[in-house]
Each structure stands twice: as structure tokens, then as C-alpha cells.
């Protein structure tokens, strides 16, 4: 076994352990003991740890694609960037609530890591479309593809009718307005562009890095759901520490560090004269 088998076995163990201490927790701190505020606060400032491992093993995997010489490498390196950028968010919040003792912030100075992984989440999801070897294009959304666009827009509209349907505008806050719209549009994005590289990558190396978009896709939406949670729960006054967004930010978090680990595996399938041809410039 190479060292890079050993690095993505260890990791996946590493995140397989974690990602069930949290669950486990979420369920004890929900269903046995409902609050503990210690406990509560502790979860909600530590489970973005996920996100970290994830990043931080997919820059090792990016460079094993060709890091930023080819597109996949590209592609996994903005993915691991989204993923570290949500830890860097987390931890900001962390910061405001134990040294300045303010609870949930938003919005805060975390959002620049927050908000800031969505553009990059789009640029690859954009840039592993591209590795497909299909030209982005008007053209590409039609027939089949359609879907990548209804989905998310049927999303957009879903959230929104919650939302929106009591939402106050407060115009001595652009930059609140700005992030409770920002984010569900940019989200909504990605989605798209994650499903239309799902419909081309089922011609990619054989189909071989479906499974691995797919991951994409389910964690994209999932943290979509899980921004729309938060921000509706945040305008309600109703957001609690270790609550239903923090539970489904956790499962996006993994199941994106599974798809990353995923592509690990796929260019340990491929030949290394396969993936240049598969993914150059």
C-alpha cells in the first residue's frame, strides 16, 4: 500500500470516527439530555473540525491530480478551499463567542469565510463540468439537463416563500440584506452547475467519477438547506446552539470530505497518461 492509500485510509477512518462522535452527540444533546449549554455551545463551535480534515486532505489529493496543472486538480483544490474557508467561518464564530461573549453573530466578520466558500464552490463545480470535456453553455442546460436548473430554482422559490413571507427590509443594513439573499442565490448556483457535471460526468473515465459528483451534489444541496435553516431560525429569534442547521452543516461538511476522498481513489484507478489526457488545460 502507497503512502497516499495509507493517507486517504487514514483519513477516511479519522473522519468516519469524528463525523459519528457528532452525530451521537447531536442526538444525546437533542433526545437525552435536550440542553446543556456548555455542551450545546461546545458542539456548535467544534463540529466545522470536519471541514477542516476534508480541506486540508484535499489539498493532498488535489496535488496528486496535477494541483492547479490540470482541471480536476483545480476543481478539488477550490473544493478544499470551500471546505477549509467554512472551518476558518466556524472558527471566527468561535472567536466572537468566548472572547467577545456574543451568540451567533451574524452578521459577523465569519462571514467572509462563509459567504466567501460559495464563489469558490461555484468555480469548482464550474471547473469539473469543464473536466468533463462538454463546452459550458446555454446548450448544455436544455433536454435532460434541464433539471439543473429547475431543482435549484425550485429551491430558491421554496426558501424564499418561508422566508421572505415576513422578511423586513432594514436598509441601514445593505450587508445583511446583501448575505440573507446572497446566500441562498449563490448556494442555488453551485447546486446547478454540481448537477449539470453530474449528467456530464457519467461519460468522464467511464462514468467512474459519477459517484463522486453525486457526494457533491447531496452535500450542496444539503448546505443549502442548511444556510436556509439558520438564516430563517436567526430572523425568528429562534436559533439555538446544536439545532437542526448544525446537524445538517455536519452531514454536508462529511459528505463533501467523502467526495473529495473519493477522487483519491479515482486517480489511484486511472493511469497517470489517462488522467493528463482527462484533465488538461
Known amino acids: 500500500m502507497n503512502l497516499m492509500s495509507i493517507l486517504k485510509n487514514t483519513t477516511f477512518r479519522l473522519l468516519s470516527i469524528v463525523f459519528a462522535i457528532y452525530t451521537l452527540a447531536w442526538l444525546y444533546l437533542n433526545l437525552i439530555n435536550p440542553w446543556n449549554e456548555s455542551f450545546n455551545n461546545a458542539f456548535t463551535d467544534s463540529y466545522g473540525i470536519i471541514a477542516g480534515i476534508g480541506g486540508i486532505a484535499g489539498f493532498s489529493i488535489a496535488k496528486k491530480w496535477g494541483g492547479i496543472k490540470s482541471v480536476v486538480g483545480r476543481s478539488l483544490l477550490a473544493f478544499s478551499t470551500g471546505l477549509t474557508f467554512n472551518f476558518l467561518g466556524q472558527v471566527s464564530y468561535a472567536i466572537y463567542f468566548y472572547v467577545y461573549k456574543v451568540e451567533n453573530p451574524y452578521p459577523s466578520f465569519g462571514e467572509i469565510f ?88 457519467k461519460g468522464t473515465l467511464g462514468g467512474i467519477m459519477k459517484s463522486s459528483v453525486l457526494l457533491i451534489v447531496t452535500a450542496l444541496i444539503i448546505q443549502y438547506v442548511s444556510d436556509t435553516t439558520f438564516l430563517y431560525q436567526t430572523f425568528q429569534d429562534a436559533w439555538e446552539p446544536a439545532g437542526t442547521s448544525d446537524l445538517l452543516f455536519t452531514i454536508s461538511y462529511f459528505l463533501m470530505s467523502l467526495a473529495i476522498l473519493q477522487f483519491g481513489e479515482v486517480v489511484d484507478k486511472i493511469g497517470a497518461g489517462k488522467k493528463l489526457k482527462c484533465t488538461q488545460n
Do not use: H, N
Open 114 to 201: 462563509y459567504f466567501g466558500s460559495i464563489p469558490i464552490y461555484i468555480i469548482g463545480a464550474w471547473l469539473l463540468a469543464a473536466a468533463s470535456g462538454s463546452k459550458l453553455s446555454l446548450a448544455s442546460y436544455r433536454s435532460k439537463k434541464i433539471v439543473s436548473i429547475l431543482l435549484p430554482i425550485s429551491m430558491m422559490l421554496l426558501s424564499y416563500s418561508v422566508f421572505l413571507k415576513s422578511y423586513e427590509f432594514d436598509w441601514t443594513q445593505p450587508i445583511l440584506i446583501f448575505l440573507d439573499f446572497g446566500y441562498p442565490l449563490g448556494q442555488a448556483i453551485s447546486v446547478s452547475l454540481a448537477i449539470l457535471t453530474f449528467y456530464l460526468s
